[in-house]
DNA sequence: CCTACCGATCGGTAGG
DNA sequence: CCTACCGATCGGTAGG
């Protein structure tokens, strides 16, 4: 049975998004990828134009599912349960696919300006102001708070931060009490 | 008038920290370090031991900042003061100095497994668990409900990571009403 | 601290 | 002409 080239293109999606997690876009060199995946360092080149076009090709991925899980999040009645759907979910994804949200930030500098440009807006409009817009309305229907829909939507997203390093994935628990804590914080404070 | 080595040293520690702050630890060469300061790449290795020596000397300053800051923090009397005085601090820091602290969590596993099991022991002993002491004070004080004060840390961290990125200095304001919408999510929610 | 280099490895590409 | 690669090597640069 020889492989087929959907399979090869995902299976380095898949070993590529491991390994960029792990290891950061500069300390991941294409050679490691290639031997990862079984194919040689050509191989890569001819599914990916360059490293840049891979790395892109993973983050894409990801955003697509992310916004997927917001549509779905935002079908909950109350702001509450919108960001406990959101929320919830992330946390049951694996640790490497939660922690590409992380590299996706984090590494968007190391990469062309026209790719960063890109990449930004559509990180924008099919994510950051998704999150804000969720806010938004539960300010407008008296839920939340007066408060900048903004500046909430980074303090919201940063209290998810810490859980999206696979490397801690052991040391943390992502479990009910850990996202239940997180929503309370963030909606009834923690202060008696 | 002749550079002092003290000063050279100090300058090579200046520009390295804002050059890793926007390009991370492998996205930064040793070469583009000298060129910065003014110096050879040899006469980076006259000072430091290696680029690991250099990357390390700098992440140890700034915990040291940290560590006496949080001193200076946990003298307000409640624990709302001492989280208000420690955030309103950092937040007036430079970015590429507050950055920092998002560079240590993000590039630790870069470094090698000494160097990683070393610093992650500093950085817990004077950063991570003087948070955490601070805020289980003031769940036995009755101040912060019952809850799990390692988690409410990473929380309280996360809320902190959007301002962390001297990338977003420009499009986040760090002014006072950031800090304080970030206070009273983290104490009193933002639910009406 | 410098000039002059090294073994190896980097991202990317040639012809077949 | 196509696809899905390979072995070998390019010009430059990495840390030391």
Redesign the pocket.
């Known amino acids: 049975m020889?492989?087929?080239?959907?399979?090869?293109?995902q299976q380095i999606l898949h070993e590529a998004t491991r390994l960029f997690v792990d290891r950061g876009?500069?300390g991941?060199?294409?050679?490691?990828?290639?031997e990862a995946v079984?194919?040689?360092?050509?191989?890569?080149?001819?599914?990916?134009?360059?490293?840049?076009?891979?790395f892109l090709a993973i983050l894409t991925n990801n955003l697509e599912r992310l916004e997927q899980t917001i549509q779905q999040a935002r079908q909950a009645a109350a702001v509450r349960g919108q960001v406990e759907l959101f929320v919830t979910e992330i946390f049951q994804w694996a640790p490497e696919q939660r922690a590409i949200i992380r590299l996706a930030s984090q590494e968007m500098d190391h990469l062309s300006q026209h790719s960063v440009t890109e990449f930004t807006r559509l990180y924008h409009a099919k994510f950051i102001s998704q999150i804000q817009a969720m806010l938004a309305a539960g300010i407008e229907h008296g839920e939340l708070r007066a408060m900048d829909p903004v500046v909430a939507t980074w303090l919201l997203l940063g209290m998810m931060y810490p859980y999206l390093y696979s490397s801690h994935a052991g040391e943390m628990n992502t479990s009910t009490e850990a996202v239940q804590l997180m929503l309370s914080i963030f909606f009834d404070g923690a202060a008696t």
Chains 1, 2 share one sequence.
């Open positions: 020889t492989a087929q080239p959907q399979d090869v293109r876009y500069h991941l060199s294409m050679r490691e990828i290639a079984g194919v040689s360092k050509a191989g890569l080149y001819y599914h990916f134009k360059d490293k840049e076009d891979l």
